[in-house]
């Protein structure tokens, strides 16, 4: 995650990042629509700092901040992910052309 992020999330809010992530996995398996999945985190996100901190706009922008930080890990992984396979099918490739 980079720092700038870091330099504004409150270290109390930083373990809704993690659980932001795991329920988007989960959000993921169900019958949402990929579309939404971003909105549904942010209001948990929200809705789980507001839980935290109480109701001020401090805490709205926490919950902003842990669910684009959920968002951005998802996406390194599955970026990734697409990267290392793509190596491998070049590589098969390469392979079976030399």
Do not use: C
Not at 7 to 36: C, H, M, T
Not at 58 to 80: C, M, P, R
């Amino acid at each position: 995650m980079p720092e700038v992020i870091l330099d504004f999330v409150r270290e109390e809010a930083l373990i809704l990042v993690p659980v932001l992530w795991i329920v988007g996995r989960f959000i993921k398996k169900s019958d949402v629509p990929n579309q939404y999945i971003v909105w549904v985190l942010l209001a948990i996100g929200v809705g789980f700092s507001l839980w935290m901190e109480g109701l001020n706009p401090e805490a709205v922008i926490q919950g902003i901040l842990v669910a684009g930080a959920a968002v951005f890990v998802h996406q390194l992984f599955k970026q990734t992910k697409e990267l290392a396979e793509k190596k491998e099918v070049r590589r098969d490739l390469d392979e079976s052309q030399g």
